[in-house]
């Protein structure tokens, strides 16, 4: 069994990879921190496979998807991300874009290619991260929230066209809140809430994707705010949105 973990340097990519290898599975590890992936590496307690690459780059997940595939991957977790926050007119652009490269691009482009090799062979697993961002605007991340979106929706389609399909292979978005990660300072930005522990939700999503479930979200408290952001006007919902935000930055 192997499974492909992108983002794995730190956070919920790490314990992701960490769980996995304990549950059995071989790793593939895949980041820009060839010191941090060692460092990992070294203490599990299946085969790692370590690739150091920059996702940002479009070039580079072609790359790496012709690197491994052969490897007969059982899962792919589409992890890698990060988030920017201001307002939109503000915000550097160079770096907005990085992020929807990272976010949405390289996600759609491994999907799409593992998907293909999943099909053919009716089976395998993929989990998407996305966030509990992506139920709500998000003014202030604007972008962040929007590039979250994509990432549900597109995985909630393909999951659907799976289902008529007949195939056995699984697709879900993974949608935590806060998690205690590096992602707050890449952001610049702290949790009005106690954010969730990383490996907790590392584990709770690797059980409801073995369950099938096509959109997991961790926690009492945002399973609740899921479903007010389905009852409230979009005006409540911004206004909402915008005050949590501004609370978040630091200052």
Do not use: W
Not at 32 to 38: D, V
Not at 107 to 115: Q, S
Request: glycine content about 8%; some cysteine.
């Amino acid at each position: 069994m192997k499974a492909l973990i992108t983002g794995a340097s730190s956070g919920i990519g790490r314990d992701m990879a960490a769980r996995l290898s304990k549950m059995g599975y071989d790793v593939i590890l895949v980041a820009r921190r060839r010191e941090r992936l060692e460092e990992l590496a070294g203490t599990l307690p299946t085969k790692a496979q370590i690739i150091v690459l920059d996702l940002s780059v479009r070039d580079k997940c072609f790359e790496l998807y012709e690197k491994v595939k052969n490897e007969d991957i059982d899962i792919l977790i589409n992890n890698a991300g990060f988030g920017v926050f201001g307002n939109f007119v503000e915000t550097d652009l160079k770096k907005e874009l990085s992020m929807l490269d990272t976010n949405v691009t390289s996600l759609h482009i491994l999907t799409k290619l593992f998907l293909k090799d999943f099909v053919a062979k009716d089976k395998g697993y993929i989990l998407n991260v996305a966030s509990a961002a992506a139920f709500l605007p998000g003014p202030l991340m604007a972008g962040y929230y929007a590039s979250k979106a994509y990432v549900l929706r597109l995985t909630q389609s393909i999951g659907k066209e799976l289902k008529k399909q007949k195939s056995k292979v699984y697709i879900g978005a993974l949608c935590p809140g806060p998690v205690s990660t590096e992602f707050g300072k890449v952001a610049n930005v702290s949790f009005g809430v106690r954010p969730l522990e990383s490996m907790m939700v590392a584990k709770y999503a690797i059980e409801q994707m073995l369950r099938g479930k096509m959109v997991i979200v961790p926690g009492f408290l945002i399973k609740c705010c899921r479903i007010f952001s389905k009852l409230l006007p979009d005006r409540v919902l911004l206004s909402a949105a915008y005050h949590i935000q501004k609370g978040k930055h630091k200052r």
